[in-house]
């Protein structure tokens, strides 16, 4: 088997290994499984890591496949096992969507905290109307970039239909 491992001196590394097997009578034939790597990874963990890093940083997965020389699949696979890692412990998905007419961006973001020194960093430099749910951690970006502030209307939605369930069988209509 092969891993991608960090660069050495700016060239491609990778760890290449012939990983035995055993024979286990519960369990039948099993890979032993390595040191350096996640089960089923193509990337050493150090790598990882570091493609995990790239991608907090930069604004786009297009910047991290330039800056890593991974292919979109391999990016995606990378983000795949960090998701399933962060879903493991606290955190949080900020999603962002914006982009020219016709050519959408969503960008995700991974962060440990829920404060509003997220959406100021996210949102840095942004201008225009920001849609949001109600989490008042948003007011900071809003009021620092003088923002217009748009709220969610599946919230909204659902506020009017917690009113229509509430009336029961014999609500007045019209």
């Not at 930069?58 to 020389?69: E, F, G, I, M």
Request: hydrophobic share 40%.
């Amino acid at each position: 088997r092969r891993w991608r491992h960090l660069n050495t001196m700016q060239w491609k590394t990778f760890i290449e290994a012939d990983v035995p097997r055993v024979n286990c009578l519960k369990c039948g034939v099993k890979q032993v499984p390595v040191a350096w790597a996640e089960d089923g990874s193509r990337f050493t963990e150090l790598f990882e890591a570091y493609a995990i890093q790239v991608l907090q940083a930069v604004r786009s997965k297009v910047q991290a496949q330039w800056l890593t020389a991974l292919s979109w699949d391999q990016v995606d696979r990378v983000m795949g096992h960090a998701a399933h890692n962060v879903a493991t412990s606290q955190s949080y998905l900020w999603v962002q969507r914006g982009g020219p007419p016709g050519q959408p961006i969503i960008l995700f973001d991974y962060d440990p905290s829920r404060s509003q020194e997220v959406p100021l960093r996210l949102l840095e430099g942004f201008t225009g109307i920001l849609q949001t749910d109600g989490y008042a951690g948003y007011g900071a970006v809003v009021r620092a970039q003088g923002l217009i502030h748009a709220g969610c209307l599946a919230h909204c939605r659902r506020k009017f239909d917690e009113v229509i369930k509430s009336q029961g069988k014999h609500r007045k209509t019209g």
